[in-house]
């Protein structure tokens, strides 16, 4: 009798935890189906979203380009260091110095096919005469009033100022390069330039190749 007592309480027990785990088995199951579901429709959004770059991000890629690319290697006034030209701080993009005398043009190298450059790179000789590299700091002498078309003008078209029917851009600026360049990168050039240090310096026009003075 105390026996069989004994085995219809494990058996009520039994039953008791399996219909327990039942209903919570039950409660729980829409839940989790629900979160599943919840889960998978988050993660496929209806609408692609729209990827948005902000100026800091901009101005960050166009100083990576500007500095990669080596625009300094012609637009920035330099100093002779311990490694050979050096830009000097403070006048970064800013072009050929205003004032700065041209060192001697030798008519004899010309002549047997050379082209020349000034010590920093700022200034060049050849068949075009001699060109100065611009002033593309943001100052009021750089391009700092240019709007962003202008830029893309002067890269893309070879325009001087940017504007289309003025004259071609001289060599050696190497804008038939850049002009390959996409919207976006041009477009982070141009924030980056816009952002640097103004600099006033007024580079003087460029010298044909009749009025050369050479020796
Ligand atoms: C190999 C030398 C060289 C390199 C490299 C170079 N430039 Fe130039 N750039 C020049 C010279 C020289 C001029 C002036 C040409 C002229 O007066 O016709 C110039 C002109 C320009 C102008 C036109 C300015 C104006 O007033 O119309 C812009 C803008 C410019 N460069 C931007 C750049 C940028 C940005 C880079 C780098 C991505 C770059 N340049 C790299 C030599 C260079």
Redesign the pocket.
């Known amino acids: 009798m105390r026996k069989t007592q004994i085995l219809k309480s494990c058996f009520t027990l039994l039953f008791w935890n399996k219909a327990k785990l039942l209903f919570t088995f039950l409660i729980l199951l829409p839940l989790v189906l629900s979160s599943c579901k919840e889960k998978n429709y988050a993660s496929v959004p209806d609408e692609p979203k729209e990827l948005t770059t902000t100026q800091e991000q901009k101005v960050k890629r166009g100083k990576y ?2 500095t990669t ?3 300094a ?3 920035s006034p330099k100093k002779f260091g311990e490694k050979g030209p050096e830009e000097i701080k403070g006048l970064e993009l800013s072009g050929y110095p205003q004032g700065e005398e041209l060192p001697v043009i030798s008519r004899d190298a010309l002549e047997k096919g050379w082209m020349l450059m000034n010590g920093d ?1 700022t200034a ?1 000789v050849g068949p075009w005469g001699v ?4 002033n ?1 700091t943001s100052d009021e002498t750089g ?1 700092g009033s240019w709007s962003e078309e202008q ?1 893309k003008t ?2 893309r078209k070879g325009k ?3 504007m289309e029917n003025a ?9 038939f390069n ?1 002009a390959l360049m996409t919207d976006e990168d041009l477009e982070a ?1 141009y924030a980056y ?1 816009q952002s640097t240090k103004p600099v006033n310096n007024v580079v003087p026009p ?1 010298i044909p190749p009749g009025k050369m003075v050479m020796k």
């Open positions: 380009l500007v690319i080596g625009c290697d012609c637009h790179l060049a060109s100065f590299a611009a593309i391009i830029f002067a890269l001087f100022k940017g004259r071609d851009l001289l060599p050696p600026m190497p804008w850049f050039m330039l460029p």
